[in-house]
């Protein structure tokens, strides 16, 4: 590390509330990358910016420099097709969103390089739902990742140690110094990585309610709006959707039965779950209106409907699965790839009404007790444990009747969750009002 400034100084600097240049921040992000920068420092800055916050200029410098900590994604030698564009979820219970997304979108034209995590705390990851794919090889290597897009359209994969490596020695050090919970932190985290990917547009969900990180709708407005202005300040067209998370999205929560559930999704949309369809045609239209494929919106959700029903997004997640290493016969025979588990029993309602509330963040929880989850990114997972045909906001059970259906190993494991799920759910004798599903939509401030 240069003796230009000393990280102490700096460090005071921005615990003393003042604003640190983009060579200051340049100089902290290079001594986080090379190790010069102390845990005990890394810390220290953490927790300065958690209590002071920093100005527009501060993230869109904090952003650009990790994103450019490693390698940064070029995609004009690949003469492709069209635009480069992806979406990030700020992750829910249920939300498996991207695996069908992206095959969708890749289906009308765009290239989606997708790089996701795995799951911790309450909420699922897209790469654990992956790994439950037989042979699906979620770490290639760049240049397979880039052919992979190049040749099918989507390549859904792990961030690489090429990708935006300071973030990923920053975010372990906020997450074991109480500072997660930083906007500032959160929208550089995010941002890092998916610019890092050479994108040319970016759609967001931020998730609010009960089940999602950003429980307090103010929390998620706020964080989208930075998102959208740092994003769109680093010069990447950038717009964020904030979507409803009080229930399960879909009718399945786990890995093997989730990816189960997509397949259902794209061979079978007419009986997909509603609200699973919406999000994901909506999110995938604002993709392609946004990085310039369609026009206007209307043309979008028409165009992006039509490759779902026609079985275009099927073929492409198929291809992809194939091309990253799983089975050539995953779609027809996905049965004999993810095997159901040798328990599959209803969890029984205790009350009768109208579902009116549902414990979200504690369902999540649940399943992490049966090694769904994991509570430390060391943990292993069961990826075949999970919940499925669970009701919904809105739908009528009588007493007796299944609140879910529990894909267990074992009769402890069912009666756990017979114990543990129906505590979490509340009745009404009246239809309660339904919540929208997407709230606001943001755009970068003027």
Same mark, same amino acid.
């Given at each position: 590390?240069?003796?230009?400034?000393?990280?102490?100084?700096?460090?005071?600097?921005?615990?003393?509330?003042?604003?640190?240049?983009?060579?200051?921040?340049?100089?902290? #992000? @290079?001594? $986080?990358?090379?190790?010069?920068?102390?845990?005990?420092?890394?810390? /220290?800055? !953490?927790?300065?910016? %958690?209590?002071?916050?920093?100005?527009?200029?501060?993230?869109?410098?904090?952003?650009?420099?990790?994103?450019?900590?490693?390698?940064?994604?070029?995609?004009?030698?690949?003469?492709?097709?069209?635009?480069?564009?992806?979406?990030?979820?700020?992750?829910?219970?249920?939300?498996?969103?991207?695996?069908?997304?992206?095959?969708?979108?890749?289906?009308?034209?765009?290239?989606?390089?997708?790089?996701?995590?795995?799951?911790?705390?309450?909420?699922?990851?897209?790469?654990?739902?992956?790994?439950?794919?037989?042979?699906?090889?979620?770490?290639?290597?760049?240049?397979?990742?880039?052919?992979? #897009? @190049?040749? $099918?359209?989507?390549?859904?994969?792990?961030?690489?140690?090429?990708? /935006?490596? !300071?973030?990923?020695? %920053?975010?372990?050090?906020?997450?074991?110094?109480?500072?997660?919970?930083?906007?500032?932190?959160?929208?550089?985290?995010?941002?890092?990585?998916?610019?890092?990917?050479?994108?040319?547009?970016?759609?967001?969900?931020?998730?609010?309610?009960?089940?999602?990180?950003?429980?307090?709708?103010?929390?998620?407005?706020?964080?989208?709006?930075?998102?959208?202005?740092?994003?769109?300040?680093?010069?990447?067209?950038?717009?964020?959707?904030?979507?409803?998370?009080?229930?399960?999205?879909?009718?399945?929560?786990?890995?093997?039965?989730?990816?189960?559930?997509?397949?259902?999704?794209?061979?079978?949309? @007419?009986?997909?779950?509603?609200?699973?369809?919406?999000?994901?045609?909506?999110? /995938?239209?604002?993709?392609?209106?946004?990085?310039?494929?369609?026009?206007?919106?209307?043309?979008?959700?028409?165009?992006?409907?039509?490759?779902?029903?026609?079985?275009?997004?099927?073929?492409?997640?198929?291809?992809?699965?194939?091309?990253?290493?799983?089975?050539?016969?995953?779609?027809?025979?996905?049965?004999?790839?993810?095997?159901?588990?040798?328990?599959?029993?209803?969890?029984?309602?205790?009350?009768?009404?109208?579902?009116?509330?549902?414990?979200?963040?504690?369902?999540?929880?649940?399943?992490?007790?049966?090694?769904?989850?994991?509570?430390?990114?060391?943990?292993?997972?069961?990826?075949?444990?999970?919940?499925?045909?669970?009701?919904?906001?809105?739908?009528?059970?009588?007493?007796?009747?299944?609140? /879910?259906?529990?894909?267990?190993?074992?009769?402890?494991?069912?009666?756990?969750?017979?114990?543990?799920?129906?505590?979490?759910?509340?009745?009404?004798?009246?239809?309660?009002?339904?919540?929208?599903?997407?709230?606001?939509?943001?755009?970068?401030?003027?």
């Amino acid at each position: 590390m240069s003796n230009q400034y000393l990280p102490q100084e700096l460090i005071r600097k921005k615990r003393d509330g003042l604003v640190l240049s983009d060579a200051e921040i340049g100089f902290l #992000v @290079k001594g $986080i990358s090379d190790g010069s920068l102390t845990d005990v420092q890394l810390g /220290a800055f !953490a927790m300065a910016v %958690f209590h002071q916050g920093m100005c527009m200029e501060e993230r869109v410098s904090l952003t650009q420099h990790m994103m450019h900590s490693g390698e940064v994604l070029q995609w004009q030698d690949f003469k492709l097709g069209g635009p480069v564009v992806d979406k990030h979820s700020t992750g829910g219970v249920g939300d498996k969103v991207s695996l069908m997304l992206a095959p969708i979108v890749a289906a009308c034209g765009g290239y989606v390089p997708m790089i996701s995590g795995r799951g911790l705390g309450h909420t699922g990851g897209t790469l654990d739902k992956l790994e439950s794919i037989p042979g699906y090889d979620v770490c290639p290597d760049n240049d397979k990742f880039r052919a992979v #897009v @190049k040749e $099918i359209g989507c390549a859904i994969i792990g961030q690489t140690a090429n990708l /935006a490596p !300071a973030d990923q020695r %920053f975010y372990a050090a906020r997450d074991v110094t109480a500072t997660v919970e930083s906007i500032d932190l959160i929208t550089a985290s995010i941002l890092s990585k998916k610019l890092a990917s050479g994108l040319d547009a970016l759609v967001i969900d931020i998730k609010t309610g009960n089940g999602a990180f950003a429980s307090e709708y103010e929390m998620a407005k706020e964080l989208g709006q930075s998102i959208a202005d740092v994003a769109n300040g680093a010069g990447v067209p950038t717009r964020c959707l904030i979507s409803d998370m009080n229930q399960v999205l879909g009718h399945s929560v786990g890995n093997g039965v989730e990816v189960l559930e997509c397949i259902e999704f794209l061979t079978n949309p @007419k009986d997909a779950d509603q609200r699973l369809l919406s999000l994901t045609l909506e999110l /995938a239209a604002q993709m392609l209106q946004l990085g310039g494929i369609e026009l206007d919106l209307v043309s979008a959700r028409k165009n992006v409907r039509q490759v779902l029903h026609a079985g275009q997004a099927a073929e492409v997640f198929a291809n992809m699965v194939r091309a990253l290493g799983g089975p050539i016969d995953l779609i027809e025979n996905k049965n004999k790839h993810i095997a159901p588990m040798a328990i599959i029993k209803p969890v029984l309602s205790e009350s009768s009404g109208y579902l009116s509330t549902i414990d979200s963040r504690a369902i999540g929880l649940n399943m992490i007790n049966l090694k769904a989850g994991r509570t430390k990114s060391s943990d292993s997972i069961d990826l075949g444990v999970g919940l499925t045909e669970v009701a919904g906001i809105g739908q009528w059970v009588d007493v007796g009747e299944p609140l /879910a259906y529990a894909n267990v190993r074992d009769s402890d494991q069912f009666e756990f969750l017979q114990k543990n799920i129906p505590p979490l759910i509340q009745f009404s004798q009246g239809k309660p009002e339904e919540k929208p599903l997407i709230y606001e939509i943001l755009e970068a401030s003027k």
